[in-house]
């Protein structure tokens, strides 16, 4: 047994000792572990075995995590598509009321409130839509990323709901400038962009 597999025991012992010039060391022999297959000396701490795993849960969700470059890519790329996406909703929208009650067109036109409330509306569709159904937009889609929970699983319908009217809290996009680097969207649901060749989730 190598020693950095007998440090995996000795972290999460109790008789535990730090010494400056051996690192650490056992409190009760006094010297370097070197048992072979278990050691006699062994108390299982259990809060610095929950302490490790916490660390090591999180170092695991850092590396996975999609950076900074590719959350800016995801920003402009789907402010870009939702747009498009609202322009044939309107289009579409258009046509149809126009063969249904022609005229009708304008009087939507001309109620500001309305247009904003449908604007609103279909931004907010575009990513509920995509992200519920998939875990990614289009533009995720072309960065390879994709929306998980903090613990790495598929986000639930209520989950996307609230993700997705979160990116509406004025200077939302400021959030990123945090120690953090998360958005309050991401934070507030509890999930996360993850690069999608990196998870260990089934897609």
């Known amino acids: ?3 950095e597999e007998r440090l995996k025991f000795c972290k999460i012992c109790e008789n535990k000792r730090m010494s400056l010039q051996e690192g650490l060391i056992c409190m009760i022999s006094g010297k370097v572990a070197d048992f072979e297959e278990s050691c006699p000396h062994f108390k299982e701490d259990a809060r610095a075995k929950q302490e490790i795993a916490s660390r090591d849960e999180y170092n695991v969700l850092i590396k996975d995590s999609a950076d900074t470059g590719k959350r800016f890519a995801n920003h402009i790329l789907d402010r870009i598509f939702a747009f498009i996406f609202m322009l044939v909703v309107f289009f579409t929208l258009g046509v149809v009321t126009e063969i249904v009650r022609p005229g009708a067109i304008d009087s939507i036109v001309d109620n500001t409130f309305l247009l904003y409330c449908m604007v609103f509306l279909i931004y907010y569709l ?12 289009l533009g995720k889609l072309i960065t390879g990323t ?15 709901l609230l993700r997705s009217i979160c990116r509406f809290i004025p200077f939302e996009a400021f959030s990123f400038l945090t120690e953090s680097q998360t958005g309050w969207h991401d934070r507030l649901s509890k999930t996360r962009v993850i690069v999608v060749k990196k998870q260990k989730i089934k897609t």
């Open 1 to 3: 047994m190598t020693r």
């Open 126 to 137: 575009y990513f509920v839509i995509s992200e519920a159904s998939t875990g990614r937009t």
């Open 146 to 160: 994709k929306v998980v929970t903090i613990d790495g699983e598929q986000p639930g319908f209520a989950t996307i």
